[in-house]
Every structure is written in C-alpha cells, then in structure tokens.
C-alpha cells in the first residue's frame, strides 16, 4: 500500500503529460524503478498502466474528431513494423551514439517550436505525399520506440504537425492513436512473459485513466497554449534523461 500512495499519483501526473503531448513515460518508469520494481516488471508495469491511459485519451480525442486516420492508420501499421525490428536491434547494437545525437537534436528541437510563430497551425500536405510520408515516419518512430523509446508520443505529435500539416490538436490526437497500437503490442509481450505485477499495475491503470482523461481534456479545451509548454517541458526532462544516461551523472 505504501508503494501504491507513492506511485498512483505520479502516474497519474505521468498519463496527463502523456496525453497533451507524449513523453509521459520519462516521469513514470523512473517512479517504477525508484521504488524498487526490477527493470523487467517496472517496464511491464509502465505499458500496462500507460496502455490504459492512453487509451482513455484516444477516446476523448475520437469523440472530439481530433484524429486523422488517413495518415493515421498507415503509421499504426508501420510503426509496429518498425517498432519490433527497433528492438532486435537493441539487442545486438549499443545506443550510445543515439545518446549523442538526442544531446544535440532535443535543443534543436525545443528552439524550433519556441521561435516559429505559426507552429502548430494547420498547413495539410497534399494526400498523395501524406499517406506514404506517413508510413516511412511511422516505421522511423517504431524503430526509435523499439530501440531506445523515451518521447516517442511526442516526436510524433511533432512530426504530424510540422510535417504532415496537421493542427497541433489533431496531431496529438492522431499521435495517441498510434501510440496506442505500439503499446498495445508492447503489453501483449509483457503478459507473455510475466513481466507485470497486477498488485502493482491495476491500480496504477487506473489512476493512468484518470490522468489520459485530465490531460486529453484540457489539451483539447487549451490548444497550443497548454500543448506548447507541455512539449517543451517533455523536451527538458529527455534531455536531461539523455545527458545522465550518457555521461553516467546518476
């Protein structure tokens, strides 16, 4: 129960950020793992719980008419593709280069949506470019999330809106939508190698469901000006997880 009053919050916290602009798991896999969960079970625990937010958010953004399924679906396909050939190769090659190019592509990153006035306006590109755009940036994403992951919700949200042309709402939308089938077969895996405590993770679901529902709710209500600074402070909390990682701060 003590680990239940430590963690329900912060997950909870977690599945806001998660559903305004991704990235959410960069504050509750480190609440996983500080209270002591092995990485195995903190990593099972962390897509079951975030699955359900998710999926909460999905709904909200679907009810809202926030998500574009034409670029949407072929993503979803795409990024599966990506995300299960992303973690053989985490198996067999070293991410210590990846570290590297994120220290210098995340700032590149937050400056880019700080001084362009019109990110996150509606600018659509032309079908016959958007949907085969869509399936080459959605097995790029599924290669990142299955190698390394951390952000993943949120590159794609940059992406959609800065690529793609789609406003920034509906990019989050069509972002979670996709998220969701990458951890969806993330979970099906953690079940399958009973690498989830239910104690543990049923509970933290459902304070996930209640954060999915906040955070969808007030992107949609707020627009940029809750998505913007979410985006940056996920971009903050990346670059410091990548920075600690790489030169071993803790």
Sequence with gaps: MSVLFILCPIIAIGAIVDAIAGGGGLITLTAYVAVGLPPQVALGNNKFASASGTAIACYRYIRNDQVDW????????????????????????????LHYLLIFLVPAIAVFIMVKPDFGQAKPMEARLAIPFSAVMGLAIGLYDGFFGPGTGM????????????DLLRACGTARVVNLASNIAAVATFIRFGSINYAIAIPCAV????????????????????????????LSLLLLKVVASTFGLF
Excluded at 72 to 97: E, F, K, N, P, R
């Design 70 to 97: 034409k670029v949407g679906s072929i993503a979803m396909l795409t990024s599966l593709a990506g995300s299960a050939v992303g973690s053989y190769m985490a198996t067999i090659y070293a991410d210590t280069y």
């Design 155 to 166: 590159f794609l949200t940059i992406i959609f809106t800065s690529v793609i042309g789609l």
């Design 207 to 234: 304070s996930a469901i209640i954060g999915g529902y906040i955070g969808s709710g007030l992107a949609i209500r707020g627009g940029v000006k809750v998505v913007k600074p979410v985006m940056l402070f996920v």
